[in-house]
């Protein structure tokens, strides 16, 4: 069983439209998790972490996480062509020191 | 401040041959972790580094080693190489255990 899922898309979204990315996870040690964006040929970009209960936002973007449910989202609100990528999850357990990332969900945002 | 520098970027090698990659993390980042990524299996974790010392490593066979320099930088290196070696191999940098990671560029690999 992998330790973090997402759902695997692709999400197709209209330019100005809110994109809603899911991810849950099994390990309940997990206790940080992060989003990463990758377009492609590139490298990850970390765009939001979120450590504890409830909502975090950055500027368009908000993580949600629910540790009692196993599940971390992200929404990307007015979402704009550059929004255009691979959205990878990512948990982490404090006591084993690295990163379980899920397969990632390809967003395409139409203009 | 200058990001998480990877060298060099893209090599071709053939089976058989080993190789060494390097990683120089963001400046006063003690944690640096190597993943490899392939389009069939995604982001794998390789091994993290903390202080020169090797706390966690991921299920990749022992021809996959790394080390940490006393400044933080830190090579893997990959010996016997196999067809499906190739793939993107990447480098993150933190604090310190649970921080947010950042990654460099990568290191593409091919095997031919």
């Known amino acids: 069983q992998k330790e973090v899922e997402q759902n695997s898309g692709p999400l197709s979204v209209p330019e100005g439209a809110i994109a809603s990315l899911n991810c849950t996870y099994s390990?309940?040690?997990?206790?940080?998790f992060f989003w990463y964006r990758q377009y492609s040929g590139k490298s990850p970009e970390l765009i939001m972490f979120?450590?504890?209960?409830g909502d975090k936002e950055d500027g368009r973007f908000t993580a949600q996480l629910n540790k009692a449910s196993q599940y971390v989202s992200l929404l990307i609100r007015d979402s704009q062509p550059s929004d255009s990528a691979t959205y990878l999850c990512?948990?982490?357990?404090?006591?084993?020191?690295?990163?379980?990332f899920g397969a990632g969900t390809t967003v395409t945002v139409r203009a | 401040k200058a990001g998480v520098t990877q060298t060099p970027r893209y090599l071709i090698k053939t089976r058989g041959q080993q190789v060494t990659l390097s990683c120089s993390p963001i400046?006063?980042?003690?944690?640096v972790s190597w993943y490899q990524q392939t389009p069939g299996q995604g982001l794998q974790f390789l091994f993290e580094?903390?202080?020169?010392?090797?706390?966690n490593k991921g299920n990749f066979p022992g021809r996959f080693s790394g080390r940490q320099f006393s400044n933080s930088r830190s090579e893997m290196n990959v010996s016997t190489l196999e067809l499906g070696d190739s793939a993107l191999y990447l480098c993150?940098?933190?604090?310190?255990?649970?921080?947010?990671?950042?990654f460099g560029d990568g290191t593409r690999l091919s095997i031919l």
């Open positions: 390990d309940r040690g997990s206790q940080s």
């Open positions: 990512a948990g982490g357990d404090s006591n084993d020191y690295k990163l379980s």
């Open positions: 580094y903390f202080s020169e010392t090797q706390r």
């Open positions: 979120i450590y504890s209960n």
């Open positions: 993150a940098s933190s604090m310190a255990g649970n921080q947010p990671q950042h």
């Open positions: 400046s006063g980042h003690r944690s």
